[in-house]
């Protein structure tokens, strides 16, 4: 039980940074296969990749602001833009993964349907979470920097960074 007590106090803001990451990757992920089956079928077989870079920045908009908000909020907020900006870039990265994936069924295996538009979406959705997890905790919402405990301790780096180690004569 101390095994699994000490493991859990080790790894408990990583548990809940991944739980909070997959429901708010879950709903966008909803977003995402709603808006990209609607667009499907309202065009048919034309747009099958158009349709997919639609839905995921729709859903990577609403993942923003929840992993923002609400997976991250501890996390050094670096500027909006700042922030905004590396998040959709990455997220096009995830994208290409998805893309790559949805391109190899449809032209290379030469599976023109519903279902098999479908599994390559969740396929590459798989793959491009884990990059996505991974790149933002890296790049986007930075780790908090550590704060000096006490004020005499800045004061006195400070003097002696600016004078240099005192001596005695």
């Known amino acids: ?31 995402n296969f709603g808006v990209v089956n609607a667009l499907w079928a309202w065009w ?12 995921t920045v729709v859903a990577a908009t609403f993942a923003y602001f929840g992993n923002r908000y609400w997976t991250f909020r ?5 500027g909006l833009a700042r922030e905004y900006v590396l998040f959709f870039v ?9 893309l790559l994936c949805l391109s190899f069924s449809r032209y290379t295996l030469g599976l023109d349907n519903l279902l098999a538009n479908n599994i390559a979406t ?17 790049w986007v919402f930075l780790a908090a920097q550590p704060v000096e405990s ?17 001596t005695t004569r």
């Open 1 to 31: 039980m101390q095994l699994i007590r000490r493991a859990y106090e080790r790894f408990a803001a990583l548990v809940h940074e991944v739980l909070k990451f997959g429901t708010v990757g879950a709903m966008a992920f909803v977003i």
């Open 44 to 55: 048919g077989s034309q747009g099958t990749l158009t349709a997919k870079v639609i839905a």
């Open 74 to 78: 501890h996390r050094e907020q670096s």
């Open 90 to 98: 990455l997220n096009g990265v995830g994208l290409l993964i998805e």
């Open 122 to 138: 969740l396929i590459g959705t798989g793959l491009g979470t884990l990059f996505r997890f991974w790149s933002y905790k890296k």
């Open 150 to 166: 006490t004020v005499e301790g800045t004061v006195e780096g400070t003097v002696e960074a600016q004078a240099g180690p005192l």
